[in-house]
């Protein structure tokens, strides 16, 4: 049962210009948060037309950062989309805050303005959408929803996508971005927070670094003084040099990838599109999603067996796949600590049981991808309920 898939789900892509970049940086000899960190933060507030983007160890971390410095905290409601990553949840339950899990659109599974503003309540501090599989969640309406509340969005899938004509980064409060292996780019671990507010950057800046209000190349690089001040108890939390020579390598190439993953989507929908017991991803007319995950949906009243079973004939065919994600409403801790119960957010459990993540990278070829598409119809075809002819043939 346990073969390793010959496609396996997901994959990063590191070539040699990433291997140079790395190795110049451990030639410099700067480990830590330096120059090359910085240099990354500027391409990156640039690419994202931010004003600010901070580098951190992980997206984790900089929604953390985010909510922190935000003032969040004991007795305090951040709402979030029950269909998203754990981590989402976790930060808000780290700050002693509440998560208020809202349930998702059925066609795109972002998290639903309706549902965020049934919600609100006076405790409501933030609002945390996220842009599931790397399609843009409707912004318009929720920044309109939230009135003068932040929104931080969680943009772990979404580097390099376009909500309208702008992209992801510049157009809430705080925007977090991940650099997980699998993910559209990657620093191996590594995250971003970017913001438009001058002085929410600086206080993100100064908690992802104990508290303190100069970093080590202050302290030790060139004309530094070992001295510094502690404001508040912060968090370790920032990226290093060679991390960050990693993105920016990554980042100059990040457009091309994006490119390619839209065209194994593309190849997907038109491979897929007749199969009756499938329900495939949509892209809205006026967002450019990056297709970070390519999740369909199996209609199980159609099926004699469930998604789990679909998933184990495709791995015993060689097909590595997932599942986004498992609600976070359900999850055991979030029962007992919050109150979640399975029927909270119907939308999203029923997706859940739908579910499958098929590989989508840009190192998986054509021939890779009519693989996937040919061993799922075949699949879906032997599970098609038998029914009755209506009339003889
Ligand atoms: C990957 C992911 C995260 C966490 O990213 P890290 O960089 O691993 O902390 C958060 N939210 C979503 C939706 C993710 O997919």
């Not at 509440?98 to 549902?115: G, I, Q, R, S, Y």
Request: with cysteine; hydrophobic share 45%; charged share 20%.
């Amino acid at each position: 049962m346990n073969v390793i898939p010959a496609i396996p789900f997901a994959l990063p892509t590191i070539e040699q210009t990433d291997i140079a970049a790395v190795t110049d940086a451990l030639r410099r000899g700067w480990l830590t948060r330096g120059p090359g960190v910085e240099r990354f933060e500027q391409a990156f507030a640039a690419y994202t037309r931010s004003e600010r983007a901070l580098a951190v160890n992980s997206c984790t971390a900089a929604l953390h950062l985010a909510l922190a410095a935000l003032d969040v905290g004991e007795g305090d409601e951040v709402i979030v989309s029950t269909l998203t990553f754990v981590s989402a949840a976790n930060v808000v339950a780290h700050l002693g805050a509440k998560p208020v899990f809202v349930d998702v659109e059925p066609d795109t599974l972002n998290p639903d303005p309706a549902a965020i503003e049934r919600a609100i309540t006076p405790y409501t501090r933030v609002i945390m959408p996220v842009h599931y599989a790397g399609h843009p969640c409707d912004l318009d309406a929720i920044h309109a929803i939230a009135g003068g509340l932040p929104v931080v969005e969680d943009a772990a899938h979404a580097v390099g996508a376009r909500y309208h004509d702008a992209p992801i980064g510049g157009l809430s409060t705080v925007a977090c971005f991940s650099f997980y292996p699998t993910k559209n780019m990657t620093t191996a671990e590594g995250g971003m927070a970017t913001t438009n507010d001058a002085g929410l950057d600086e206080r993100m800046r100064r908690l992802s670094l104990h508290g303190m209000d100069r970093g080590a190349w202050a302290r030790y690089g060139p004309g530094g003084s070992a001295f510094y001040e502690i404001d508040e108890a912060g968090y370790k939390y920032n990226m290093t040099d060679p991390q960050a020579a990693l993105g920016l390598s990554q980042l100059a190439r990040l457009d091309a990838w994006n490119a390619r993953r839209a065209a194994i989507a593309a190849r997907y929908h038109s491979g897929l599109a007749d199969v009756p017991a499938l329900r495939l991803p949509v892209a809205r007319r006026d967002v450019s999603p990056v297709w970070h995950l390519y999740p369909v949906r199996v209609h199980l009243e159609r099926l004699d067996c469930d998604r789990n079973h679909i998933v184990a004939e495709l791995r015993q065919a060689g097909i590595g796949t997932s599942v986004h994600f498992i609600p976070v409403h359900t999850q055991p801790y979030y029962q007992r600590t919050f109150g979640g119960a399975w029927g909270d957010c119907p939308v999203a459990e029923a997706a859940f049981h739908e579910l499958i993540s098929l590989p989508i990278y840009p190192r998986l070829e054509d021939a890779q991808v009519d693989y996937v598409i040919e061993t799922l119809r075949a699949v879906l075809a032997r599970h098609e309920k038998k029914t009755v002819a209506a009339s003889p043939p």
